[in-house]
């Protein structure tokens, strides 16, 4: 067993919710994901094709009509430059989508650049291809989490191999502005760095834009940009569980993606693409109304924790996390501990995300019912008097 | 991109299958694949988790039930003793399993040993962890292929850091005998060096045993020696398009395993997942009939191969495979793709699996109807007629 392997960190989140094992009046907001079921007519998508049959191996890069779908829908978003299908590949997840290209891009001892906080998945998948890492922390001031960039661009050396972001970012919600992308593409050019992008969360951006989705670096880049974007259907498709999700990379490296995909799962089950096919298709029906929604349930969490002395937070723009402090109650894996154990409350402590937000919180807003919401705010409030007596 | 990753090989069986792109006249046997739907019993187990919404994330090492359900059946199989669910990972199909043990055992530079002629993914995802490979091939003696032991203990030097073997072999339908297995187990004990055994063909095979499985280093292991086991549900249960496998390892780096799937798919769809349980709860209504057929399928491949002059081969014992030679025609890659372009026949070159099987021709019996291999075979015997002119 490899040294780097044991020593990398079981997930503080995964931690905190043994702890509420076998304990069903906890409200949990720990995970990433929304709690409701799958629209019915994506699921049918599955069904029909089980039906059919559909159950042998497919290509390592995609089902053709969802790699035409996916480059149809990106270049909607993402135009006027036409991102075509020898761009994109299909993935068992976004996740899996963020290993293959550290794989890909990721020699033992190269130097990778991360901006923290960040979900810590990233981090490990480039540690288990031997990278070195250094991180960049945004910093916050007052609630609102922001990038320094006379840093980043100070840490982004010719020696420099590969950046990895996500923006709009989970936990924090800080987000990119056109602004700053460009200044970091600009920057990547001139010194051969990789640019891999998380942008799972483009949809799920609650300011007006024309596109409706956050700024993107596949708004300004050239199809030839040393640049991959990772996407995934589990966010705004409501499909976490089905393990489908995409990336969009230059062509001249998509026959070694391939082959990595072969080496890694071979392929995403056809049933599952089919499911992802018809989500995109009828995107209209399920991601408006997710976005709203989120909208709303972030307005109701954000002002409800806001009007509590003492917790200090900034609205994200994106996501669908709330980040937050509270004052005198730094530590946060214990704080978090205490609130499931004394009050039935789920929230992920930021010592998850990075040392610098060891005493922050994330609560994840995505909630079928907002009324969960309001009750998990008045679980908060009840623990914080307990405190104060 | 890495130089290692662009160097992988593509795959040469699907450089083959591009040649019939758009053809429906070629009987293709190049793919290791039945031609059989998965059991209607099975997609039914999918389907209802669907329609009860089961589309969240489930557990990194995968469903409780199918855990215990997994753990049974390897008890089963290769008793006395009990082989626990504290030594199950479930992950996105055999192929994912291996990928996960490598990044798991192998760090950069270290020696890793492999048996070959082997399905190619396995040494691609050695080299992609930074693997030092070296191939110890098996000799083939008349038309079978054998293990020359004392060269595969010559290579096993106390610096190496893992075996990787596959056995029932694909392509060769080479089988390690139980003597073999001892020899070499006892051996990697003594130097310390851990043992990656892919044994998804073990249920295919045709020899009576007691447990009706190929040897494998699960009957004569401790539970603790630095061994891992990789199954899946593709072979024995017709299930290839699914993506689901699991892997049997120590107690006490299944915590490391379960984080590695984190990162790397995160966990199997739930749904598919309860499909593969259902498949082991009426393995008996599955496995048996799959694997009579296949010997049915292998003995009118094998006598039909047999009876062409200039054809050498044996009946392999295990696996889904004949590996044969026709003397006269070496050049396996240009002879398959004639054999394409001028009777529609798909075999899989040789190449595709070491320089030294560069000569042979892999053929897949696993026919639905066993007339296509009838069929192939009169293909087979016309090319070469015409080129006996």
Chains 1, 2 share one sequence.
Not at 237 to 247: A, N, P, V
Not at 318 to 333: Q, V
Request: hydrophobic share 40%; with cysteine.
């Amino acid at each position: 067993m490899r040294q780097l392997i044991q020593n990398l960190e079981e997930s503080k989140i995964r931690e905190l919710a043994n702890e509420a094992m076998g304990r069903s009046d906890v409200l949990a907001f720990w995970f990433g994901e929304s709690d409701e079921v799958t629209p019915e007519f994506i699921r049918r998508a599955a069904i029909e094709s089980l039906e059919r049959g559909e159950t042998f191996y497919t290509h390592n890069l995609g089902l053709l009509e969802l790699r035409h779908a996916i480059a149809k829908e990106m270049s909607r978003r993402h135009g006027p430059l036409e991102i075509g299908i020898e761009r994109i590949a299909v993935t068992s997840g976004g996740v899996n989508a963020l290993m293959i290209a550290c794989q890909a891009l990721i020699s033992p001892g190269d130097e990778v650049v991360v901006l923290t906080p960040l979900w810590p998945n990233l981090c490990a998948q480039a540690l288990i291809m031997g990278a070195k890492l250094t991180s960049v922390p945004l910093a916050p001031t007052g609630g609102a989490w922001e990038l320094d960039m006379e840093s980043l661009l100070g840490a982004l050396k010719p020696s420099v191999r590969l950046l990895i972001l996500n923006s709009p970012n989970n936990p924090t919600g800080w987000t990119l502005t056109r602004d700053e992308q460009m200044k970091i593409l600009e920057h990547c050019r001139e010194m051969g760095i990789w640019v891999l992008a998380d942008e799972v969360y483009e949809n799920l951006y609650y300011e007006k834009t024309v596109n409706g989705c956050a700024p993107s670096f596949l708004d300004i880049s050239r199809a030839d940009d040393s640049l991959i974007v990772v996407h995934s259907f589990s966010k705004s498709f409501l499909m976490t569980g089905w393990r489908l999700g995409w990336m969009v990379a230059p062509a001249k490296i998509l026959s070694s993606i391939g082959k990595l995909i072969e080496f890694n799962t071979s392929c995403a089950s056809l049933f599952t693409q089919r499911a992802g096919l018809v989500a995109l298709e009828r995107a209209h029906e399920v991601t408006p109304r997710v976005v709203s929604h989120l909208k709303s349930c972030r307005d109701i969490l954000c002002n409800g924790l806001k009007a509590i002395e003492g917790v200090e937070l900034t609205t994200p723009r994106g996501g669908m996390y709330a980040f937050f402090k509270i004052n005198g109650h730094s530590n946060s894996l214990t704080v978090s501990k205490k609130l499931v154990q004394q009050v039935g409350l789920g929230v992920a402590p930021g010592e998850a995300f990075a040392k610098e937000s060891s005493e922050w919180f994330r609560w994840c807003f995505a909630s079928k019912e907002p009324s969960r919401l309001t009750l998990g705010i008045h679980r908060l409030q009840e623990w914080l008097h307990t405190q104060a007596k």
